[in-house]
């Protein structure tokens, strides 16, 4: 097949292998629907401003829709020499319907065309991805509900630092997610343009109407400069951001269920269904999909860099260098995709162990600064308080005691104000019920942060 498109001015025809290197059809194949939905778009806007007879739109929308067909039945040959989907398309559109074919192009260029799929692409998949984070939403919310009051350790330098309420942990990553999808809708805005019309650089000659194939695609507003229309790459930029973060966040929860999914931790076991087996260990079940979510920010984030990079120092206006915008943004799509989707279903299966975390927040200094709160609450000064209580830890640790086991005659060693009452304040729960501040782990404040919460879905 020869790149008839383009092939006037040609005397030699490119080899194969050069062919290959130019190609991108075995990427952008991905965006057919969003081509012919453009085309349609734009063939009924030449025929509605008398550029073309409504007999020829018919026909060339008919012609694509069959290209379509076709290729969805596997019926349609996709040729490297034809460059991209934009060509490949137009190629089986002429093959199919003879030469009104070649009146589809009139008043467009491949490079407001590729815009046009890219944004209808990008548009489409970033409306998914803020229904997918929604939905693992509320998954963590419903998790989130049955834990109130389970007590964990909570850590900072992954120390055992203070008890708060499982739920209270979980939700983080509500929070996280909400601040991703609303960065994910803000940026709906600059990617719901429409770019058709600026055809190569400049507009057209044609009395095209730029209005109305945006009113068709349901583009929000059109690019006032037919220059930046077809150099526009911000929103790939953006959305490779928006996807990086969100993936960072997964990480960081992912990395929180690897650990609490060991031997040591046993805060929770994961469903068989989202664990895997050694080839040699016979006892072992990893948490492979949570280590594979973990590891896959590494490429969201190479894609952001790499697309950064290839935009620096672009002059106006189209370059083929664009052409490399694609294939980080469908990986990075597809990568997301599939994590918020196995997250949700693993979050959604995995068994949290009460008695366990019950007994770990029993067997830890994380009520420790409860204690000092009581000292405080006695009058004693807090920086003494903490000079006391640590020398109550310390002989703990060298008597294999945790502070609820503390003899009472130890305690009033330490402090003459340490009374009996001592051992109802520090029980975790207790530590847990006093903190009544807004936004803090206390059973009552958790159960507000969940109401308010759910209003965000
Ligand atoms: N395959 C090209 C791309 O993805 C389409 C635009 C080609 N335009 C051009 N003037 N060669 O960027």
Redesign the pocket.
Known sequence: MSNKAWGGRFEEKPEAWVDAFNA?IHF?KELIHEDIRGSIAHVTMLANQGILTEDEKDQIIKGLNDVKADYLNGDMELSESL????LNIEHALIQKIGEVGGKLHTGR???D??ATDLHLYTKDQVETIIEMIKFFQHTILKLANEHVETIMPGYTHLQRAQPISFAHHIMTYFWMLERDKSRFKDSLKRIDISPLGAA?LSGTTYPIDRFDTQEQLGFGSVYENSLDAVSDRDYVVETLSNISLTMVHLSRFAEEIIFWSTDEAKFVTLSDAFSTGSSIMPQKKNPDMAELIRGKVGRTTGSLMSMLMTLKGLPLA?N?D??E??EGLFDAIHTIKGSLRIFEGMVATMKVNEDRLHETVHQDFSNATELADYLVLKDIPFRDAHEIVGKIVLWCIQNDKYLLDVPFEEYQKHHEKIEEDVYEYLKPANCLKRRKSYGSTGQEAVYEQLKVAKTYL
């Open positions: 991108s952008d460059e991209d989907i934009h260029s491949r490079n065309q590729i190569a189209y083929k664009m052409q915008d694609k």
